[in-house]
Nanobody, 121 residues
Framework: QVQLVESGGGLVQTGGSLRLSCAAS????????MTWYRQAPGKERELVAG???????HYVDSVKGRFAISRDNAKNTVYLQMNSLKPEDTAVYYC???????????????WGQGTQVTVSS
């Protein structure tokens, strides 16, 4: 059973920082792209940042220069460093991993349970 567990969310004031972590565990043969999404109440889930297995990163325009995504392949863990947080960053943040459980497996999408990030003014 594959599990993705997020941690690091919390309540911060505008301008503060948080570091989110997401560790994948269980039956994992390999992980391709790892990404962070967020969803605010009443809004659609949006892609925030992603990092490929080779380290290539991408970000949604609204977080460029403020957020940084990274990964530790040995630990099957992805991180999201969030600086200069704004109230509009408030959302539940979910990590996603494109992975296969064994060599002949298809590449599937797996999601974490989410961690709440609240930025107060």
């Amino acid at each position: 059973q594959v599990q993705l567990v997020e941690s690091g969310g919390g309540l911060v004031q505008t301008g503060g920082s948080l570091r989110l972590s997401c560790a994948a565990s269980g039956s994992i043969f390999g992980i391709n792209t790892m990404t962070w999404y967020r969803q605010a109440p009443g809004k659609e889930r949006e892609l925030v940042a992603g990092v490929s297995s080779g380290g290539t990163t991408h970000y949604v325009d609204s977080v460029k220069g403020r957020f940084a995504i990274s990964r530790d392949n040995a630990k099957n863990t992805v991180y999201l460093q969030m600086n200069s947080l704004k109230p509009e960053d408030t959302a539940v943040y979910y990590c996603n991993a494109n992975l296969r459980r064994f060599a002949s497996d298809y590449w599937g999408q797996y999601w974490g349970q989410g961690t709440q990030v609240t930025v107060s003014s």
